[in-house]
């Protein structure tokens, strides 16, 4: 089953804008982490935020956790065509890693 | 940089068939996961070693799937008879141990169509 819920689904932006992306999930994390995939391959990690952590950056990349919503939120910055791809956000508890439906970001050119 | 490897890349077989999926980690990396990914949805594990040893078969459908990681190192993932049901992305994914904070490497995945 799926630990994590995405929102939104699918999101299209044009290329130079930022893009937001939420997660939340259901039960306790130690950590979570959000991957990227493009069409058709396999999953490449991004970032991995601790649960006694809110805020994370990695390059273009701000990741948020809030523990007490079990929410956490993906941006990106100043997007580009190759960030085209979904998006998943996967939760780390009870020694599993439990991803989520994913976003869909379409970057327009 | 070191890669997750998987064979094949596109599998099509005939509803009970049998199929295999072959998987090569990182090497170093002692614990190895497969993972199946139904279009639209994110990847879900169907089974993890730590070394030789299956640590969680817990979602795996065992009448049908079975898997082996006889040295260690690489694994096979068996489907018979295979099912339209079946049809998906098979992931590979491999870390260095068991998954206290470490991150997981995935390989570029087997996609399966049953017909």
């Known amino acids: 089953s799926q630990q994590g819920e995405e929102d939104p689904q699918a999101l299209s932006i044009q290329e130079g804008e930022n893009a937001t992306m939420n997660c939340s999930y259901k039960?306790?994390?130690?950590?979570l982490q959000w991957y990227r995939q493009n069409s058709g391959r396999g999953l490449v990690h991004l970032i991995l935020i601790r649960s006694n952590e809110r805020e994370k950056h990695s390059g273009r990349l701000r990741v948020t956790l809030d523990t007490s919503k079990k929410s956490s939120s993906l941006l990106i910055t100043a997007s580009r065509a190759a960030d085209t791809a979904s998006y998943f956000c996967a939760c780390f508890g009870n020694e599993k890693l439990t991803f989520g439906t994913g976003t869909r970001l379409t970057i327009i050119p | 940089e070191a890669e997750v490897a998987q064979s094949p890349r596109y599998k099509i077989t005939e509803k009970s068939q049998a199929v295999a999926f072959w998987c090569d980690p990182i090497?170093?990396?002692?614990?190895l996961y497969w993972y199946r990914q139904i279009l639209g949805q994110g990847p879900e594990l169907l089974v993890q070693?730590?070394?030789?040893?299956?640590?969680?078969d817990s979602q795996l459908p065992k009448d049908r799937f079975s898997a082996e990681r006889l040295k260690g190192v690489d694994s096979t993932l068996k489907i018979q008879p295979a099912e339209l049901g079946d049809s998906a992305m098979y992931l590979c994914?491999?870390?260095?141990?068991?998954?206290?904070?470490?991150?997981?490497?995935f390989g570029p995945g087997t996609r399966l169509l049953v017909l």
């Open positions: 090497s170093g990396h002692a614990t």
């Open positions: 994914a491999s870390s260095f141990r068991l998954p206290t904070q470490e991150t997981q490497y």
């Open positions: 070693f730590q070394d030789e040893s299956v640590v969680d």
């Open positions: 039960t306790s994390i130690n950590n």
